[in-house]
């Protein structure tokens, strides 16, 4: 391995992983995403591992993602941690556009998770997350929570999780019991910022995700949204180091966040993922660099909302 990817703690899972995750929604293939072919799968799975990534993110409704996984590099599956996701409809169509459904019974946790070992060719998972940010009511009154944290008993599950957002997570935190919490961040998008550090502080796992706030535009060839339209707002280039673009300079201001333990990242692309792996291994921003960028965000008209 070229380059040595930043370690750290998982909260109070105590699985150490990479500070660079790979997000494995990239190879779910159509109507959602791009067509991926089989071939194209084995070879970036199995970089991803090549490189030391350790911590892999899917989903029950990401396609052909878990079926890949299982195919491609179960068999080096002490090389890796497995995270997926429930409340995702087991044999639900899929849908060419909009958000997948999402249903938060026992039953549907049970199978989801269920479904998740046999395709990816397991016996256990380290993290499985509540999908699609269920308010902690749905998750008490429907019995998903006691259905999740069963599977864990049985061995099944190793951590639980939660995909979440404002304004639903301040009440996951106060729940404390929810071991990972997977949450959306990047200088481009500061929302969570105060939040990552709260869940954080009470022993929670951070997982970050949209940490490269997906791509800049110029960069990737994909049009996105104007969101990144901030970072000339912010004159964010002058603090760009030469031959850093705006992308490694994207990923690194996410590494930078003292509270964040690891950001997944998604590409079908072995050179994209090598370039990741190059900027994780240098590491957050120098400190008077990422404080310069967090104030000229400020001043642009982006700050992050410490109440939620």
Request: glycine share 10%; hydrophobic share 35%; with cysteine.
């Amino acid at each position: 391995m070229a380059d040595q990817l930043p370690m750290t703690t998982l909260g109070k899972t105590g699985l150490e992983v990479t500070r660079l995750g790979f997000g494995a929604m990239e190879i779910r293939g159509v109507p959602r995403g791009r067509d991926v072919s089989a071939a194209q799968a084995e070879t970036i799975l199995n970089a991803v591992v090549d490189s030391g990534i350790n911590y892999i993110d899917t989903s029950v409704d990401y396609g052909l993602s878990e079926e890949f996984i299982g195919k491609y590099i179960s068999n080096r599956r002490d090389e890796y941690y497995l995270a997926s996701k429930c409340g995702c409809i087991v044999g639900a169509p899929v849908v060419p556009s909009g958000p997948s459904a999402h249903e938060f019974t026992p039953a549907i946790v049970v199978e989801g998770v269920e479904q998740s070992l046999r395709r990816m060719n397991t016996d256990y998972l380290d993290v499985v997350q509540f999908h699609s940010n269920p308010s902690q009511q749905v998750l008490d009154d429907d019995g998903a929570l006691d259905a999740l944290l069963q599977l864990k008993q049985q061995g099944k599950v190793r951590h639980i999780g939660i995909s979440n957002t404002l304004p639903n997570l301040p009440d996951h935190i106060a729940k404390n019991v929810f071991e990972v919490m997977q949450i959306p961040y990047s200088g481009l998008q500061r929302e969570h910022e105060e939040w990552i550090s709260a869940a954080a502080k009470t022993g929670v796992g951070t997982v970050i995700r949209g940490g490269v706030a997906k791509g800049n535009p110029v960069e990737s060839g994909v049009p996105r949204p104007d969101e990144w339209s901030l970072f000339d707002k912010a004159n964010l280039s002058d603090l760009i180091d030469e031959g850093e673009t705006r992308t490694s300079f994207m990923l690194r201001f996410t590494l930078s966040h003292p509270d964040m333990h690891t950001t997944i990242v998604g590409t079908i692309n072995p050179d994209h993922l090598a370039s990741n792996v190059a900027t994780a291994s240098r590491g957050p921003l120098p400190a008077d660099v990422y404080a310069a960028a967090k104030s000229r965000l400020a001043a642009a008209g982006e700050t992050p909302d410490p109440t939620g």
